[in-house]
């Protein structure tokens, strides 16, 4: 994956994450795009509001640990990729996910960047916050796409 320009343009901290997924990619696919579902599998989100699902244009609230985060789907390649940025407390961030066939299953690979003044003040300290954050996202995604019922093909 080569990174968003949009992801490095501010960034004060990147994380880049992978991971195989052992499920069908509509399963894979329907999970990460239905929003109001997401505190199903991601309960570390905290109360999701907005658009249902991630289609371009779409708002979206996530309230993970009292954090009011204010996001924007700014493009969606169906079956392929998603791209938003969000906005809390002085922070900007900006999530990239590509989805792409493997020998073993779908290839999950995600980069987020975090830029503001809050970051620039603890970089280290946001580094490891969002590094944790981004491996739970991907653990949990693959622990519920790999216990879900197969899709019909």
Known sequence: MTPHRD??????????RRIVIRAPLTTIW???????RWQDWHPELGTVSGAPLLVE????GLRPQGLDIAST??????????RWTGHVDGITGTHLWVFRSHERGVLV????????????????GMQELLDASLLTWLN??????????????
């Open 7 to 16: 992801a490095e343009a501010d960034a004060v901290v990147l994380a880049r």
């Open 30 to 36: 329907r999970l990460h795009t239905d929003v109001a």
């Open 57 to 60: 244009g779409a708002s979206f």
């Open 73 to 82: 789907v700014l493009d969606v390649k169906p079956m392929r990729q998603t």
């Open 109 to 124: 690979d995600t980069l987020v960047s975090w830029g503001g003044d809050p970051v620039r003040a603890d970089v280290e």
């Open 140 to 153: 949990r995604l693959k622990a519920a796409a790999e216990d879900c019922p197969l899709d019909p093909v």
